[in-house]
């Protein structure tokens, strides 16, 4: 799960290592006494098959030099396969000796240690049953069942009788195969029928090959593997014997044609070559999921509850839904019809469409009258009906019928709730599904953030930013688990996304050694930002790595244990970025953010970085051309001016809202109206408790490192390169304890570029601190004496 990343070095392996480790020079020495141990071991065993009965009679006296016998690893074979066969396991001892040489193998090269646990567990399983077996079918031979399989074979009979020791060996017998050999009655049915068919095939060609007799179509026959026969050897060995990955695997042979004129023999023959597809599943990773399953990203949360829909508050409880007044609807439409009257436009038809906040009349005007001409009217047309909240749509696009929308008089509030229990949320095929709120038809609306792929919300105060926001962070927790999602929550109001510190070590994501997930420093912003760079430039290599195209890709093959952890591969959570107010931060920060979410918004898409970006403040200088150039997917709230509503969404529109959540989507060209969703702080505070207060991760997903420049790295600048005045500076630095550029300029008069200069000097000397957004930055020194020290060192 999310471990803490190393900025620089993408291949490095996420993997704590367990403490317990060998040095490879320990394991050769480990694994080659293993091995000849267990050879000593078999060739005891065999020794004692033989001569068992003659050594039986001085088992008593090894302790006595003198005696003498016949095992061929004397006193000590004799002892050790008294032990373990006699006294032991039956000839199902042998076992142990195998057992005992592949651990050996396994620690000499070094090989997956899993797959040797495994063959412990089935290894010491299987002698236990055989020696119950032999112990079973021959008790008076000790030799084979040994006394353990004798004793068993006795204490079973005890309880079970005869008939349920054979039943229960055999239920042991079926339990091995299904689940050590994976035996399914499928299988054995695939094998039987393949080996059928290879025998019916081999038949065939011998027959072609000695009935054909002129080569007018040469046809080779692919190399192809027969995988499905293959996987159906009941008998392969899985996890005993991994393949090594480095061996290049056989490609199949291209299949080749030669086609030959048929009309004219005397033609150039031409080879045809179709490549045969490569066998894309390798075998490895085949058998990694045959042994272990699919990689499960969410077993390190698995009894992790999803938020209920309880939680929600259902504000249409009593008798609530739309509500249709006829009579409003009434007076519109003779309102309607009469100002078009006005302006000589008659009206052929008009179907009204009730939505939540507005309603919707779709007219077609008579035949002849052209839409230009409405058009052209929409503003008087708005006018003369006198309503706040109208807009015109003319035409509306695909159907060529004007609409009107005029607001209603009792909105219906969209509850959060209703949106998240509705079908097409619940069973929504997306990567990350956004229950926005409800269209003017009254349907849900559900987008996948991962297709906008960056999202631009603004609106006016108090229009509903920060429900929508709310509404947006509540449908991802409602639908990802926190192993496939994580944000990044940037607040300089404080108070907007607090609430979900609660779910910090869920579903936060923040740098390493920082203590607020929630990021409400705008200086801390721009280390998140180039952080989040830094993962995007490590998520690419690790795709380029792997050969896919987008985040989807990479992990479904991740969980298909195809990409090796060991080479840095991991599973990726998709990382959203939240940032609230982001006219505040371009203000303090200005270029210093916007060249990072640049970056992001217009690479970030492939690798599951989202960024969702709200302001109040929607001016050219806030949303300049280059973010509105990547951020094609944009929400807008009620604005003030029409400017404004240009400035986000291309066009009017915003400005005629009606606030409270009512808002326009696009996602390109086309402006839907909807009824944002709304979600209360206590829902959000209840649903983040009940998130929070089950099992999380150690810790918030950690970010890779970046230093920023107040860790000096960018600004060693070489001692005789200082200015002029730089000790003069200082001086006014730390009598006024102020470390501001615009001081220098006044005390010194000095040009902004030149102070500006000698204050980067005094940070890199450690006088002042670094830069603090609009803020002056702190002054490190205390008074003129320590900086008389500090500078003569
Ligand atoms: N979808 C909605 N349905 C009903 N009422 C809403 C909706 N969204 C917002 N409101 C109402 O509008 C109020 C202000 O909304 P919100 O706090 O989201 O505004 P804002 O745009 O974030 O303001 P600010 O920028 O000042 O934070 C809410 O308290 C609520 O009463």
Redesign the pocket.
Known sequence: MPKKKASQKPKQSRFTKPSFTLSPKNKIILGSFLVLFGLALLIAFISFLFNWQADQSVLGQLGDREVKTQNLLSKFGAGISNFFIYEGFGIAAFALAILTITSGIYFFFNLNKQALKNFWFWGVLVMIWLSVFFGFFAPSNSLLGGTVGYEMNDYLQDYLGFTGTVLLLTFLLVVYMVARLKLTPEKILIYFRNTKKDIKEDFKNYSDTTESTSGETAYTEPLEEDLDHASAEPSEEISEEPEDESQPQPQPAPEKIVIKSQENPDDVEMEVETAVEEAVEDKLSKKLVEDYGEFDPTLELKNYQFPTVELLKDYNANGGGITINQEELEENKNRIVDTLKNYKIDIAQIKATVGPTVTLYEIIPEAGIRISKIKSLEDDIALSLSALGIRIIAPIPGKGTIGIEVPNKN?T??SMRSVIASPKFQHAEMELPMAL?KTISNETFVVDLAKMPHLLMA?????????????ILTSLLYSKHPAEVKFILVDP?KV?LTLFNKIERHYLAKLPDTEEAIITDNTKVINTLNSLCIEMDDRYELLKDAMVRNIKEYNTKFKARKLNPENGHRFLPYIVLVVD?FADLIMTAGKEVEAPIARLAQLARAIGIHLIIAT?RPSVNVITGIIKANFPARIA?RVTSKIDSRTILDSQGADQLI???DMLFTQGNTLLRL????VDTPEVEKITEYIGSQKAYADAYQLPEYSGEESGTGLDIDVSERDKLFREAAEVIVLAQQGSASLLQRKLKLGYNRAGRIIDQLEAAGIVGPFEGSKARQVMVQDLESLNRLLDE
């Open positions: 909105a509030m969209v709120g609106g006016a105060t108090g229009q509903g930013k920060s429900v929508g926001l709310n509404a109001k907007e107010e109040q709230f606030g409270k959540g009824q944002c969703a709304f």
